[in-house]
Every structure is written in C-alpha cells, then in structure tokens.
T-cell receptor, first 110, second 114 residues
Framework: EDQVTQSPEALRLQEGESSSLNCSYT??????LFWYRQDPGKGPEFLFT???AGEEKEKERLKATLTKKESFLHITAPKPEDSATYLC???????????FGGGTRLMVKP | GAGVSQSPRYKVAKRGQDVALRCDPI?????LFWYQQALGQGPEFLTY????????KSGLPSDRFFAERPEGSVSTLKIQRTQQEDSAVYLC????????????FGSGTRLTVV
C-alpha cells in the first residue's frame, strides 16, 4: 500500500532561520512527486513536480529535491508570509489520483 | 472563470439530510477531481472525471456518495443520508488535461453534519 509520511507535523521558525521539511514515500512505480502549499480556509496551491531521483526545482525561497525514498522542501531565510501547511503527494501507476501526506504546518515568527 | 469555484463555501446539514456540492472548474479543463480533507489531514481522493466520463470512483467511501459531470464542465458531488463522519472539507480540482497533474484546487466546501 502507498504510504506518504511528512515530518515534522509542525515547525516553528524565526524569520530568516532556514530549515527543511521531509516527505518519505513508499510506492511502486512513482510517476511524480508534488509539493503544494495550503493556507487556512483555502485549497492547496501547486508549487513543484519532481519526476526522478536527483531532480531539483526552485521557486523564490523554496527548493525541492527528490531521492528514491524521500523528498525535501528546503526553505531559505523564511519570512512570516511563508507560514502555511505544506503538503506532498505522489502519483503512481496508471491512475490519475494523488496520494497526499498529512502535511507540515510551518509557522514563521517575525 | 479565473479559478476553480466551489459552492456553497459552508454547509451545515442535519444527520440524514441529503446535500449537493457544486464545482465550477476552470473553463476548458478536461480533468476534474474531488478530494475529501478531514481537519488536520491531507486530502484524500474521492473520484476523477475526464470530460463527462467518470474514470475512477474508487475513493468514494460508500454508496451514499455520488458524483456527476454531465456536460463535461460543472460537477456535483452528492451525499445522501449524511452522517457525522462525513463532516470534512470537500475540495474540487481541475487540470488542463489528463497528463497535467499540477491541479488547480478550489477553496472547498466545509460540510458540518450535526
């Protein structure tokens, strides 16, 4: 059975304090790993798709990396507006459904 | 429209009542998905449409849940005889085609069953 586990569940950072969020997955036939950001009361907002081990993608203060077992979302010098829940999800097999992890709730204090 | 629109934003239903949740996807988007998100959890897949065809409904939790997209545009998720465990946020997402998985999500409908 596919498993996607995110850690930590919650993370408090001071503004400017860089850190990483982890997404571990157990799937066969991975077709892609996705990162989303979700603000309270909103739907998830697409950030990145990674397709193969070794791939990296960047957007502003965020960088996502992928290995055969896990993905990291690195946040460099975060700002309070980066506070949100970050979700990862995997796509596998022939279907089109994403399997999401439980999310990491990030709080960045000024 | 510019984004995925869902209505109503909030719905309170008495246990046993039927509810209908609406999703207006981005114009021209072929693929449409419904997800259920419990408080503090990640979204869980319910069902998938490509145009008007429902290609996967493996995530629907019971036969009380039914989804349709008759003209390949607007979709409705119907829940019959609601139960307390149905309380959740129901998210709709669309993508331009079946190979583009950077879905655009709507803001969801928060269903509370009392």
């Amino acid at each position: 059975e596919d498993q996607v586990t995110q850690s930590p569940e919650a993370l408090r950072l001071q503004e400017g304090e860089s850190s990483s969020l982890n997404c571990s997955y157990t799937v066969s036939g991975l077709r892609g790993l996705f990162w989303y950001r979700q603000d309270p009361g909103k739907g998830p907002e697409f950030l990145f798709t990674l397709y193969s081990a070794g791939e990296e993608k960047e957007k502003e203060r965020l960088k996502a990396t992928l290995t055969k077992k896990e993905s990291f979302l690195h946040i460099t010098a975060p700002k309070p507006e980066d506070s949100a829940t970050y979700l990862c999800a995997v796509l596998r097999g022939a279907g089109n459904m994403l399997t999401f992890g439980g999310g990491t709730r990030l709080m960045v204090k000024p | 429209g510019a984004g995925v629109s869902q209505s109503p934003r909030y719905k309170v239903a008495k246990r046993g009542q039927d509810v209908a949740l609406r999703c207006d996807p981005i114009s021209g988007h072929v693929s449409l998905f419904w997800y259920q998100q419990a408080l503090g959890q990640g979204p869980e897949f319910l069902t998938y449409f490509q145009n008007e065809a429902q290609l996967d409904k493996s995530g629907l939790p019971s036969d009380r849940f039914f989804a349709e997209r008759p003209e390949g545009s607007v979709s409705t998720l119907k829940i019959q005889r609601t139960q307390q465990e149905d309380s959740a946020v129901y998210l709709c997402a669309s993508s331009v085609d079946s190979h583009n998985y950077g879905y655009t999500f709507g803001s969801g409908t928060r269903l509370t069953v009392v």
